[in-house]
């Protein structure tokens, strides 16, 4: 049936995924500039004028005003209607993998925070504490509900904020600059709160590899070499989160001796 459980349920998610990216369009503009995400309402941010609860339908908005605000004219920016639809790609794909868990509303959380990081990394060079330090605690707990033993995530805290931490310092020493910035440390303690040691290791190499691939080409592209790591880190996360199961059993199982992997795991 058209209008079966199965229907309405992916509905629901897609709306719902909608009205949460929406909330984090206010989030990436109003936490860099110290502005409440709750008061006041949404309004223009050129002209000041209040959004109208029509006026502020996800997507269908912004198509409906031709990407216009309806008071000033001035345009409105396209990551909008964007990050809206990016959010509900990633709660229908987490529907379809988890279902309706605690995984997938962990997993969500996750994600939410990543994309929220991200956009503010790229327009300020910056990550929140506000996000980065809240997330690591949250990520914590979520290893009582996870499949992810407490003990791996304490781990992964230490070695995904460790690890760039070591980084940071080793790149500051060879290129007499700062390579890292602590808003990364934290971000990676983060990631690997919610993923555990193992995974935040693979977040790394994910996010070495599309850097990599990403900066090239912006290079070639504007010949500027400088590109946030924050996007790219929380890029790897989710690889890891999607891949990084599948790649460890793989290489554990083909690549590695047996005793060696019998300690890994």
């Known amino acids: ?11 629901f998610t897609l709306l719902f995924g909608l009205l949460v990216g929406s909330f984090l369009n206010v989030c ?9 995400i709750v008061f006041p309402g949404s ?30 004219q001035i345009p409105i920016s396209w990551r909008y209607p964007a990050i809206e639809l990016l959010t509900t790609v990633f709660f229908v794909i987490f529907l379809h993998q988890y279902s309706v868990s605690f995984d997938a509303l962990w997993y969500l959380i996750l994600t939410c925070a990543l994309i929220v ?4 990394d790229l327009d300020y060079q910056i990550i929140p504490d506000k996000i980065s330090l809240p997330g690591i605690v949250v990520g914590f707990i979520a290893s009582f509900f996870l ?19 070591a980084v940071g310092y080793a790149g500051k020493w060879v290129f007499k600059k700062e390579a890292m910035g602590g808003g990364d440390v934290k971000l990676m303690a983060m990631i690997g709160a919610f993923l555990g040691w193992k995974l935040v290791l ?25 590109i946030p790591f924050g996007p790219f880190l929380s890029a790897g996360a989710l690889l890891a989160l999607f891949f990084g199961e ?8 083909f690549m590695l001796p047996s005793q060696i992997s019998d300690i890994l795991r």
């Open 1 to 11: 049936m058209l209008m079966g459980p199965f229907f309405l349920l992916y509905l």
């Open 28 to 36: 990436i503009y109003r936490i860099p500039r110290g502005e409440s």
């Open 43 to 72: 309004h223009c941010p050129h002209c000041s004028h209040a959004i109208q609860p029509w006026e502020n339908i996800p997507v269908i908005s912004f198509l409906f005003l031709q990407g216009k605000c309806r008071y000033c």
């Open 117 to 120: 990081i991200s956009f503010i």
């Open 147 to 165: 499949p992810l033993r407490w003990y791996d995530s304490l781990l992964g805290i230490l070695v995904g904020g460790g690890i760039i931490l």
């Open 202 to 226: 693979l977040t790394l190499f994910f996010a070495s590899i599309v850097g990599a691939i990403v900066g090239l080409v912006f290079k070639l592209a504007t010949g500027k070499d400088y």
């Open 246 to 253: 599948k790649l460890l059993f793989w290489y554990w199982n």
